[in-house]
């Protein structure tokens, strides 16, 4: 069941969003080469606790770290390590709040020093793809007009977006119903990370009130993808590049609220 929120339940889904929302801001500041994956979790999840927030990642379905550090071909769900970043690498991250019981969710994808041209390209496109989705996001839009929106931006840009994986609602959990694939396609039924979502999603109408976690995951070749021995790091099939970004959103009657800005 889709769930529309009342104005208790999104003013703590904001108050999740802007601790998530410093989080990233604040990996974004001190992001460089020889930084490690694990001293960017230690660093978010000091940051969380003192603003009153628990990180949401941590022990959910098992994940063992606090927040999402995937880089270069890691699509989605990489675990903090002790792998030193170094010039040229991109690395998605990924951090999701929960506050008194609501939950937020954001990612982006930042350089790490100087990046080749594709690189930069790839983030730009994928964060854009982002934007332009959340720009139509409003009551009585089908869910299907964000997802074409996406993927004709992307694919528009030679990138390929990933279909295993989809964007969600949330909420008063970490994943709610629908989900939000970032293409339509009456054939493949894309399997998300929260569970299957079936081609009727597409046709879902939004409501005001609606939370959704819109994210776009683009890949710089073949959309197709796999999940790697530790049983969660998602890499691209090809190995090259993918970037990643997502705000928690608010659906409103004449526009949307980015809970996550």
């Known amino acids: 069941m889709i769930q529309c929120k009342s104005s208790r339940e999104i003013e703590l889904i904001r108050k999740a969003g802007e601790i998530t929302a410093g989080a990233l801001n604040l990996v974004s500041a001190v992001i460089k080469p020889d930084i490690s994956t694990k001293l960017l979790d230690e660093t978010v999840v000091k940051y969380i606790k003192e603003k009153g927030g628990i990180p949401a990642f941590k022990g959910y379905r098992g994940f063992p770290a606090n927040i999402c ?6 699509v989605v769900h990489g675990i903090p390590n002790k792998r030193l970043l170094k010039t040229g690498d991109i690395v998605s ?5 929960c506050y008194k019981n609501y939950y937020a969710d954001a990612a982006i ?8 041209e594709t690189a930069k390209h790839l983030i730009n496109v994928t964060k854009q793809a982002l934007y332009l989705a959340i720009k139509k996001v409003r009551a009585n839009v089908r869910l299907s007009e964000i997802s074409a929106t996406i993927q004709n931006f992307v694919e528009g840009n030679r990138f390929s977006v990933v279909r295993d994986l989809v964007g969600h ?3 008063s959990v970490m994943h709610e ?3 939000i694939p970032n293409y ?3 054939e493949t039924r894309p399997n998300g990370s929260s569970g299957r979502a079936n081609r009727l999603d597409n046709e879902v109408i939004l409501k005001e009130g609606m939370v959704l976690a819109i994210e776009p995951m683009v890949n710089e070749g ?4 796999e999940t790697i021995t530790n049983g969660w790091t998602v890499v691209t099939k090809d190995r090259k590049l993918s970037a ?3 705000h928690t959103v608010l659906v409103k009657g004449d526009g949307s609220d980015i809970l996550t800005a």
Not at 69 to 74: H, K, R
Not at 93 to 97: N, R
Request: cysteine-free; hydrophobic content about 35%; aromatic content about 6%.
């Open 69 to 74: 550090a995937s880089v270069n071909e890691e």
């Open 169 to 171: 609602g949330i909420g």
């Open 177 to 179: 119903e629908p989900q």
């Open 109 to 116: 994808t930042l350089p790490v020093g100087n990046i080749s």
């Open 222 to 225: 073949t959309y197709q993808v």
């Open 93 to 97: 991250i990924d951090i999701g709040v």
């Open 184 to 186: 339509v396609d009456k």
């Open 244 to 246: 990643h970004f997502e």
